[in-house]
């Protein structure tokens, strides 16, 4: 028999709000980069193909922010609504940078709205680009304030816990807590992969259909060395996050490698099945793997879970699998950016065309890096669990009694739909009755095929 849980369906719902978010929080975070950079390249090269890809994609931008305001808007109304108790005790501490995630969106929007207006507004180019730099700042700001917020319900700090209740805050100090600065990296870092593999796959998907001109070509460029930098930093501030979760949420790390008895020389755990009993079968073990993400050295001793009570235990079969799919998923952007680098340089020097293969891989990156993010922070989220606020108030604790949350899940849920549908429904027509070719036309530009 059905049985109503309100945390069940706050947590269902939360966890929906934030899955339908993310997405579009990436598009705004990773595009206004990726459009200074194309817009900067064609400034300084006098080259009209990169002016033209940074007002095309600037075009698209606009309707992703204006979904994100909503789900964004979303985030903030279920918190108050679905998690009330966490809300009075943690809500002073976190509300200097909600208040300042509203204040860069507002920087954001203002200067967006200015820069949209303004094309070929300027004698002087660079003054048009510079509007856009707020754009960046703002979105990169607006990131770091709302992932602080989660940092903190990681790593808590910055208060004395009093009768239930959070006195003597500082809310700079609870803002820098130790969480902080890899999670704010980790999510600026992968929001920029992220954007660069969506609007590369664009390019390669129109030249695997033949459409050849020079334009595919520089944006594919653009996109995919982008993609081989902030791939690299991904892979480095997710190192530091595994030393990050070993010195403060050990029993989170233990819990994403199936790790249950304390030692150094620890195997990495790869794919695997998990026993009633914690017998890990059938799993690839990469010896000292883990003592070396966890401390830098084979020596270092691992914290196992069989020194944590059970009741403290994450999911463990969820988050040991979202944390393999996020890492795989990882290394194929790296390889795939890595591999067009080399073609690239082989295409320069020798006129070697972009194997098809390749433009597939790069196709792929762009459903692959999406659903990277959104398994990097559903193993973030689960892996906290049972706490909602890190050994401080657990998830029960901090959720509404409600019996209306069901309800509210079908209206969002349905929501959700017709937003995501009807947002890639006006980027498809977008783009599809105004192709690149026709534009460079109308522009009066040449440009030969892509070789």
């Not at 300042?100 to 003054?127: C, H, P, Q, S, V």
């Not at 510079?130 to 989660?150: D, E, K, Y």
């Amino acid at each position: 028999m059905f049985t109503y849980d309100p945390v069940l369906f706050s947590r269902m719902l939360t966890g929906l709000t934030l899955i339908v978010h993310i997405v579009y929080a990436t598009i705004g975070v990773g595009v206004p980069v990726m459009i200074a950079l194309a817009e900067w390249i064609g400034i300084k090269r006098n080259d009209p193909y990169y002016l033209l890809m940074a007002r095309r994609w600037a075009r698209g931008f606009t309707v992703t922010v204006a979904v994100g305001v909503v789900t964004g808007t979303a985030i903030g109304l279920q918190l108050n609504l679905l998690w009330p108790n966490f809300m009075r005790v943690a809500g002073q501490a976190i509300a200097l940078p909600l208040f300042m995630e509203t204040f860069a969106f507002f920087i954001e929007a203002i200067f967006l709205g200015i820069y949209l207006y303004t094309w070929d507004r300027f004698k002087n180019r660079y003054l048009h680009f510079w509007l856009l730099i707020p754009v960046a700042a703002g979105s990169c700001a607006s990131a770091f304030f709302i992932t602080t917020v989660n940092a903190f319900m990681n790593a808590p700090q910055g208060f004395d816990l009093i009768d239930g209740k959070m006195e003597n805050i500082d809310p700079i100090f609870a803002m820098f807590n130790p969480a902080m600065p890899t999670k704010v990296g980790h999510v600026l870092v992968t929001a920029y992969v992220t954007v660069s593999f969506c609007l590369g796959a664009i390019a390669a998907l129109a030249m695997l259909r033949g459409r050849r001109h020079v334009y595919f070509k520089k944006c594919l460029r653009l996109t995919m060395v982008c993609a081989l930098v902030f791939s690299l930093a991904s892979t480095l501030i997710g190192d530091l996050s595994g030393k990050y979760l070993h010195a403060y949420q050990p029993e989170k790390l233990a819990a994403a490698e199936w790790h249950f008895e304390t030692t150094d020389k620890a195997p990495l755990i790869i794919g695997g099945m998990l026993t009633d009993d914690h017998d890990v079968r059938f799993a690839i073990k990469i010896p000292f793997a883990l003592s070396i993400l966890a401390g830098g050295t084979p020596g270092t001793v691992v914290m196992g879970l069989d020194d944590v009570p059970q009741d403290h235990y994450p999911p463990l079969r969820t988050t040991h699998y979202l944390f393999d799919l996020m890492v795989f998923l990882g290394m194929y952007l790296l390889l795939v950016a890595v591999w067009y680098f080399i073609a690239d340089i082989r295409n320069r020097k020798q006129g070697v065309p972009i194997h098809k293969i390749l433009l597939m891989g790069v196709v792929l990156g762009a459903p692959f890096s999406v659903m990277a993010i959104e398994s990097g922070w559903i193993f973030s989220e689960i892996g906290r669990q049972p706490w909602i606020l890190w050994g401080v108030m657990r998830t029960a604790e901090g959720a509404t009694t409600s019996p209306h949350v069901d309800t509210m899940l079908w209206l969002f849920a349905v929501l959700y739909l017709v937003l995501t549908i009807t947002s890639a429904r006006i980027l498809i027509r977008m783009f599809k009755l105004n192709p690149v070719e026709e534009e460079i036309a109308s522009l009066g530009l040449e440009g030969g095929p892509a070789s």
